[in-house]
């Protein structure tokens, strides 16, 4: 058995292992839905490369003779212990320890912090016992790719004897030596960071009573406590109240779950030809239907995003402005090619947005920019890899793109739309995640650029500069990029064909978004981070461009 550091392509894999058994041993054991949707949330295979790739969570696993991943952990940057799952083949093993073991080791070695301040949940604290244990010499072993190079930099990694290495990035992090980072992929993964979600710290410290493992399934899994003896008559008493209880509760939850359940019906008409959707709560409206159920946390928590609407990763729909009696419907295309290389791998999963009239309207020139928009990296690589915009291995070519999408505003003359492109460019190592927006004029189909929309001048550049440090502090650290290179990019600059700028409408605020590739002196990041502003901060720079008499109606 060995355990090490995860690869980003092995994150699928460990997302999977992670949400079976956690559905099979304690999904059944846990009364609030909000929280088993937290947890899918926040080990979904997305969400867990994001943070990866911002050096905010570690991943390890634990693989047999033959490959075949057994276990998967996971420590945040602080130190806390966040995910822990052996495989259902592979229970009562004792490999949550061996793994919980080696991320402690990781911790303190390789990031520095002090063993008593890593932060276990009490659901995974039995397995510290064994994690204390003298380390096994088939424990732990340092993998490193045959002639592993970062198609960026051009540097063959040589692994250190000592030093831990970040496989998720494939960009040979050495701790303590050269710090290699990838940073920050956008507002709605920030906001996602182990927030409300009762994980991290606190994941497991909750206590589940009425689930049969005693008082505290977080504190004291698995263990049940015997029942005190009392007299019959205050056991009686005590089945009456709680059948009383049980009326009061099932009764109004059976009115409650018609009502929520003929408003997710409507919600999911807004792919039909009427485009009357009752959105109340996502863009601030009053519905006229006596049936909606109030705006309330669990109602949230039921309404999700319609297809159509994309994948809700840049910010939450309560920041989605959606207009009534829309002239126009929406619909979600989906490019999917399956892995069918032996020589190497390559697989796409690219999804836009198509827009129809419903009085017939033609809207080619609109779905055109949305297709290029989502298919701008995938039509460098499929059907034929064009070479010239790649970094092709010879020895395993590695071509992928998933991109996602998610519309911010909708009304009928603007269309905004953000696309998350998640791509590597012909090597395992040339992993990267560009944003890239489109606000579009339905009317014309033209674009507003940010250009078009906003001007900079050294104030504004200066005060994006600022806010891009605050959200990324590896900036700080980032000589190479300046505040007179942000304010460059927002003049639609793509500068060096690693920097560039765009914007995203929201219903109250206004997001200005930076994409990177940056490396130098031994700091690599890649990705894009979402800077927040209000129209107050932004009146200063704005243009006499028509898109604000549209936005602002």
Not at 167 to 180: A, K, R
Not at 408 to 429: K, P
Request: proline share 3%; net charge negative.
């Amino acid at each position: 058995m060995k355990i090490r550091q995860l690869y980003a392509y092995e994150l699928r894999p460990a997302a999977a292992l992670v949400m079976e058994t956690y559905s099979r041993m304690e999904q059944p054991y846990v009364a609030n839905p909000k929280e088993i949707e937290d947890f899918k949330r926040y080990a979904d295979e997305d969400h867990l490369w994001v943070e990866s790739c911002k050096n905010k969570l570690f991943l390890f696993g634990a693989f047999d003779d033959n490959d075949q991943m057994c276990a998967v952990g996971a420590i945040d940057a602080a130190g806390a212990v966040t995910l822990l799952y052996a495989g259902l083949n592979f229970q009562h093993r004792g490999l949550e320890a061996e793994v919980l073991r080696e991320m402690e080791e990781f911790a303190t070695v390789g990031r520095s912090i002090a063993r008593e301040e890593i932060k276990i949940p009490g659901k995974w604290m039995q397995y510290t016992a064994t994690a204390g244990a003298p380390e096994q010499s088939s424990v732990t072993e340092q993998q490193t790719a045959p002639g592993q190079q970062s198609s960026v930099t051009g540097q063959q990694t040589v692994p250190e004897p000592q030093a831990y290495r970040n496989q998720n990035t494939g960009y040979g992090q050495d701790y303590g030596q050269q710090q290699y980072q990838n940073t920050g992929y956008g507002q709605g993964y920030g906001q996602q960071q182990n927030q409300n979600m009762g994980y991290g710290q606190s994941y497991g410290q909750q206590s589940y009573q009425n689930t049969g493992y005693g008082q505290g399934y977080g504190e004291s899994y698995g263990q049940q406590t015997a029942p005190q003896k009392k007299s019959r008559a205050l056991l009686w008493i005590v089945l009456a109240v709680i059948a009383g209880a049980v009326l009061l509760v099932t009764v109004p939850a059976f009115i409650l779950f018609h009502a929520v359940n003929r408003t997710v019906q409507d919600t999911l008409t807004w792919n039909e030809s009427s485009a009357e959707a009752d959105r109340d709560g996502e863009d601030g409206s009053d519905t006229e239907d006596d049936t909606a159920v109030e705006d309330t946390e669990e109602e949230r928590e039921v309404l999700e995003l319609p297809d159509s609407l994309g994948k809700d990763f840049f910010v939450t729909q309560d920041d989605i402005y959606v207009a009534d009696q829309l002239s126009y419907t929406v619909t979600a295309q989906h490019i999917e090619v399956p892995n069918q290389r032996k020589d190497g791998f390559e697989e796409y999963d690219v999804s836009y947005p198509v827009i129809t009239y419903a009085d017939g309207r033609d809207a080619t020139g609109v779905n055109e920019i949305l297709r290029n928009a989502a298919c701008a990296q995938l039509d460098t690589m499929y059907p034929e890899p064009q070479e010239e915009y790649l970094y092709l291995d010879e020895d395993y070519p590695y071509l992928a793109c998933y991109v996602d999408y998610e519309i911010t505003y909708m009304s009928d003359e603007i269309l905004c739309v953000a696309f998350q492109d998640h791509y590597f460019n012909g090597s395992m190592w040339g992993e990267f995640c560009d944003l890239r927006t489109r606000v579009i004029n339905l009317a014309t189909a033209e674009r507003y650029e940010v250009e078009d929309v906003l001007r900079s001048d050294d104030t504004f550049a200066e005060a994006y500069y600022e806010k891009i440090c605050e959200k990324s502090d590896s900036f700080n650290d980032a000589p190479a990029f300046t505040a007179r290179m942000a304010g460059q990019t927002m003049d639609g600059e793509i500068l060096e064909g690693r920097y560039y700028s765009n914007y995203v409408l929201c219903k109250n605020d206004i997001y200005v978004n930076l994409t990177y590739h940056y490396y130098d002196e031994g700091l690599i990041m890649h990705g894009w981070d979402s800077t927040q502003w209000t129209m107050e901060e932004l009146e200063a720079y704005r243009t006499d461009s028509d898109l604000w008499e549209k936005y602002l109606k």
